[in-house]
Every structure is written in C-alpha cells, then in structure tokens.
C-alpha cells in the first residue's frame, strides 16, 4: 500500500561558499527570481524558483568545493523542453567561464535521443541541463562519457 497518493521533488538546498556569487550564477543560468533571502552575517540563504515555485534554496554556510567521494549529492539535473534550451543555457556557461565534464550535448546513451550538458557551479557542485528529446545518438556515446554524463 502506498503511503502518500503524490509524491515530487519540492526543491533542493545547496550549501555554497559566496551566496552573491552563488545568485548570481543561478539567476543567469537558470533565470531564478529569488523568492525570499537571509542577509543576517551568519545566516545567509536564498530561495529561488520560477513562476511561484520555489526549486533551489542556497546556504552560505560551507568551506572548500564539493566533494564527490562522499556520500551525498551525486549530482542536480533540470529539465528543459528542448535541445535549442540546453544549447542556450550552454552558450549562457560559456559566458561565465563555466567548466564542462564534456563538450556539447551528450545523448544519454547509444541509442538515446534524450541528452544534455553537465557542468559545475561555482563551488564545484555537478549540474545537468537537459532536454527528453532532441539529442544525435550518433554522436552517442561521447568518448568516456558514462551514460549520466558524471561517473
């Protein structure tokens, strides 16, 4: 028997280093509003979102860059409709000096038509921009790439 009749994702809390780098990133890349915001000097957060919806909260309370041998976050994926999307954000990144695990939309897998990009934020926390449709599985799969795009 199921416990709940819905269930989705409600939103996401990243730890960051730089809340004003952090807004700044998230706001260009994803066109965040920031919804509500902490400036206290010892509890600084932003909850960010779109059309009423809150989907990132960011915390200034770390030190150092993300790990990724721990357990925890492998990495934070969003959904566009499509690929023109991906590559747009893709171009926003460049921009910024944003760095890419591969170059282009990678197709997720061989056969795939769904494919995105995967990059870091400025605190070196993985992200994916990715679109259901629309990716060349000819170029799948890219060079090393496992089929998420991080290993």
């Not at 932003?46 to 357990?71: E, K, N, Y």
């Not at 999307?85 to 997720?108: M, Q, S």
Request: net charge negative.
């Amino acid at each position: 028997m199921t416990k709940t009749k819905t269930l989705q994702t409600g939103h996401v809390g990243v730890n960051v280093t730089d809340l004003e780098r952090s807004l700044a990133f998230y706001r260009s890349v994803f066109d965040f509003e920031v919804m509500a915001e902490g400036k206290e000097d010892d509890r600084r957060w932003a909850f960010l979102g779109r059309d009423g919806r809150m989907l990132v909260a960011l915390w200034q309370q770390s030190t150092g860059t993300f790990p990724t041998d721990r357990p925890g976050l492998h990495h934070l994926s969003f959904q566009v409709e499509t690929v023109e999307e991906v590559k747009a954000a893709e171009e926003v990144l460049r921009g910024l000096g944003t760095g890419f695990a591969y170059d282009g939309v990678v197709p997720h897998g061989k056969n795939g038509t769904s494919g995105g990009i995967f990059f870091t934020d400025p605190d070196g926390i993985r992200l994916e921009i990715y679109a259901p449709t629309g990716a060349d599985p000819a170029d799948a799969p890219t060079p090393g790439a496992p089929t998420c795009g991080f290993f």
